[in-house]
């Protein structure tokens, strides 16, 4: 059978833009009357909020929007396990950098002068640095409903694990540690939002997800879906961004706006890859995995080898 794309060398669509510098981020959009927005982050990691004043913020000349977390504070998260995120901190700070209030002004300089005068009293709580030592750590918790700071444990066997070590010619026990990464993407997160008078809004996002983008959006927000336009333009950065903040920030404001981080943010705020304690036990066969026919004498002997040679 002869197919029309399979096994066929195709073009790749808008490459052309991507090579010459005409592709458009999100960061470079330009709206009529577009404000620029900014976030208020939390320098503690770890503490309780006692007091969030934004009356001298609102005073600020050019500052359009003020917002805190009680303005977003639906819990939401990307997975069904994990719906305990909020758009700014509500009561509580749970890492160094979470946003607690947010402005949109007409220029960066005002918007940043209103968050200095953003008056915020914080209660410090313990803080831990290291999954381990957070598992041990007594409460309070990140979150009070998470005991020993543990999200989910989960355990997957396929087929009889103790009796595959048993019959296995060599087993290898072994701990890793891989340290946080951060890409350093060419683009730093970026949104734009723009709330129109018939109650609808467009969000433009470096999103790698945007259905999932626009289900948060309508739950966080109170919107219907179908009063919500995602538009991913060209990504440069991935792994989220400030829509939701970018978005009420619009809808207050009632002007588009965009929300885009500092190099300085997306290095800690990002959540391209945690740290990771992995714990690996390895059993292997001479002759391969079951299926010698296939997999030789030595392809076994090859990994035997390789693994002593770890030691």
Request: proline share 7%; with cysteine; aromatic share 8%.
């Amino acid at each position: 059978m002869e197919f029309q794309t399979i096994g066929k060398r195709m073009p790749y669509v808008g490459r052309e833009d991507l090579v010459t510098g005409w592709a458009i981020y999100a960061d470079d959009l330009r709206l009529p009357g577009m404000l620029i927005g900014r976030i208020l982050r939390s320098p503690p990691p770890h503490a309780r909020i006692w007091k969030v004043d934004v009356s001298k913020a609102r005073r600020v000349p050019s500052v359009v929007a003020v917002i805190t977390g009680q303005d977003v504070a639906t819990r939401y998260g990307i997975l069904p396990v994990g719906q305990d995120e909020t758009a700014l901190a509500v009561d509580r700070v749970r890492y160094v950098g979470e946003g607690v209030a947010a402005v949109a002004a007409e220029s960066i300089e005002a918007a940043e002068e209103a968050l200095e005068r953003i008056e915020v009293v914080y209660e410090p709580l313990p803080a831990y640095f290291d999954a381990l030592e957070a598992m041990q750590a007594p409460p309070p918790w990140i979150h009070d409903d998470r005991p020993n700071n543990i999200l989910r444990e989960y355990h997957h066997h396929f087929g009889d694990v103790e009796r595959g070590f048993a019959e296995a010619d060599y087993v290898r026990e072994h701990y890793f540690f891989c340290p946080r990464l951060n890409h350093t993407a060419m683009e730093p997160h970026s949104a734009v939002a723009q709330y129109d008078l018939q109650g609808c809004l467009t969000v433009w996002s470096s999103t790698q997800t945007p259905y999932y983008l626009h289900r948060t959006l309508a739950k966080v927000l109170g919107l219907p879906m179908d009063r919500i336009r995602i538009i991913k333009p060209a990504v440069g950065g991935g792994f989220g961004g400030n829509e939701v903040v970018t978005a009420k920030l619009a809808m207050v404001a009632g002007r588009p706006v965009r929300v885009t981080m500092t190099r300085e943010e997306v290095f800690y705020l990002n959540r391209g890859r945690l740290d990771q304690h992995i714990w690996l036990k390895v059993g292997v066969k001479r002759g391969g995995s079951g299926r010698p026919e296939r997999i030789g004498p030595e392809w076994g002997d090859g990994v035997m080898e390789a693994l002593h040679g770890r030691a």
